[in-house]
């Protein structure tokens, strides 16, 4: 991935470092994270605090073309980040309601989804979306989508028993059950190549607002602290339960759209993927976990919930610029 530009003082300060080569941190760089921070009035909705995270996250995939491995483990670039996910988290547990499981932690997991009334993107597209608004629709899909599964099966070598066994089964069709061109990430490159857009990952980096990242970061977050298993868990199993329905609905779009399988494959391969999954995500892996650590059960909960907060955030506010007749993007694409 391509480095993004700099939205304020501490993705330039991240970004100037990380380009630096140096791997001694400048002084400023805390002083310029904190303050930044300090000065957010939502670290959630913050393009500068997101972005900056979400390039820290990046050096754990892909990495960052011109930036040397080594900052992955840099013991320095780690506290920055650190400093950063606290506030991300503290933000994330205060804006997120905490859901209590009254009977099993699966019935839990589909009352919570039942009870999602928000907006629906997906209905948008379905019936009135133009091709332009379908093809935005895809570039703010692509932060995430082009890296599909990946944030989750951080949680693979952090559970034991049937968890583990109802993750790697989920994870596996993910990945294209052991066919490359059927990687759900690369279907999905296929449908953005069908619009012309560019498939390469984080080509679209500059064009969007900080809830993709924030969408994104909080998988990351979630998947990548051993102390947050329950959570990344209940938030694959919220997605999960979440897109089967939204993913017809997008493919009908797309038909409407007068547009061909290409287009729709990805969508279509969700519809009857995700029926399974959903069941397999709330009771094999997140009913299992729970037994198997059920002091994880709120987490498992709050995962889910935040799952269905910030996503409805973001594909909300999609949504309310189309309806708006404004682009959701911070930039035209060519």
């Not at 069941?279 to 709050?302: N, S």
């Not at 409805?312 to 309806?323: D, I, P, R």
């Amino acid at each position: 991935m391509a480095m993004p530009e700099a939205r304020g003082p501490a993705s330039a300060a991240l970004n100037t470092w990380l380009g630096s080569g140096s791997g001694q941190r400048p002084a400023s760089v805390m002083h310029d994270v904190r303050r930044a921070i300090d000065d957010s009035e939502s670290v959630l909705d913050d393009d500068d605090i997101q972005l900056a995270l979400f390039v820290l996250y990046e050096l754990h995939y892909g990495g960052v073309a011109g930036v040397d491995e080594t900052f992955e483990w840099n013991p320095e670039l780690l506290e920055v980040r650190a400093e950063i996910e606290r506030s991300f988290e503290a933000e994330l547990r205060r804006e997120v309601s905490q859901p209590h499981a009254v009977r099993g932690v699966s019935e839990a997991l589909f009352e919570l989804v039942r009870g999602d009334d928000g907006p629906s993107l997906s209905r948008f597209v379905e019936s009135e979306a133009s091709l332009e608004q379908y093809r935005e629709v895809l570039v703010n899909r692509s932060i995430y989508t082009l890296k599909e599964a990946d944030p989750h099966s951080w949680a693979i070598p952090r559970l034991h028993r049937g968890a583990k066994a109802a993750l790697v089964e989920i994870q596996a069709d993910e990945y294209g059950g052991g066919r490359p061109d059927r990687l759900h990430a690369t279907i999905f490159a296929r449908c953005m190549e069908e619009r012309g857009l560019d498939s390469s990952y984080g080509a679209y980096a500059d064009h969007v607002h900080a809830n993709v990242f924030a969408s994104l970061n909080t998988m990351s977050l979630f998947g990548l602290h051993r102390r947050l298993r329950g959570a990344i868990v209940g938030h694959l199993a919220a997605y999960e339960m979440t897109s089967s329905l939204p993913c017809r609905a997008y493919a009908n779009g797309i038909r409407r759209l007068g547009l061909g399988p290409e287009a729709s494959d990805y969508f279509d391969e969700h519809v009857e993927a995700d029926a399974v999954h959903e069941q397999i995500a709330a009771r094999d892996l997140a009913g299992a976990l729970a037994t198997d650590e059920p002091e994880l059960v709120d987490d498992i909960l709050f995962g889910a919930a935040a799952c269905l907060t910030v996503d409805g955030n973001l594909w909300g506010s999609v949504l309310k610029a189309f309806t708006e007749g404004r682009s959701s993007l911070r930039m035209a694409v060519a």
